[in-house]
Every structure is written in C-alpha cells, then in structure tokens.
C-alpha cells in the first residue's frame, strides 16, 4: 500500500486495491462511517465506492434541511460525463427516434 498505516489508520488517499482493502477492512469501514469515501480498485481502475449509508431520521423528529439535502445526492443517479450540452442532447435522442420509427426493425 503506496499510504502508511499510522495509529489503526490508513493515511493517504482513498483508494485501495481489493489485496489492501481486504487487509484494512475494519480501518475503511470506520473511515467510511466518518463520511469518506473509500474507492476499491481492481486491475488498476476504479471498481466499488464505500461509503456509509445515509439515515432517516426518526418520524415526528426535525430533519434539517441541509441533511434533507445530502440525503438526496447521495441518491441521485451519477450521470457520466457527456461531451453533448442538453440541446445535442436532445437533439441526438429526437434523430435516433426519427431513425427508429423510419426505419422498423425486422424480425
């Protein structure tokens, strides 16, 4: 591992090969539990994200607004990075439809 292991922690980076993950388990799941994100890697790319599950609060208990929030994006579905801005986009979409409808597919 590229980091040293100081006092029951990894310091470094984040990310990790699944050969230091597994050895580590227990320091990455607590540093995940403090709210890092720790990236597994396998065979040199990015292959597992680990971090802590965000909680509900209790009903009839206040939820702030700004946890409401981080609640949400760490739900939001991760878009990957487009080259297009919305209108290509959309008009790249609306030519592939007009492809599909002109053109059926045989069976």
């Known amino acids: ?29 607590e ?26 609060p209790a009903p009839g208990k206040p939820w702030p607004i700004q946890e409401q929030l981080a609640w949400l994006r760490a739900r939001r579905p991760k878009l990957p990075p487009g080259d297009l801005d919305a209108v290509a986009l959309i008009n790249q979409l609306r030519d592939e439809d007009e492809d599909r409808v002109s053109r059926p597919e045989r069976s």
């Open 31 to 56: 540093r995940a539990l403090r709210g890092e994100t720790v990236i597994i890697t396998g065979e040199g790319q990015a292959a597992v994200e680990l971090r802590a599950v965000p909680t509900l």
């Open 1 to 29: 591992m590229a980091a040293a292991t100081t006092g029951g922690y990894i310091a470094g980076m984040g990310k990790h090969t699944v050969a230091e993950a597994a050895e580590h388990l227990p320091d990455l799941f």
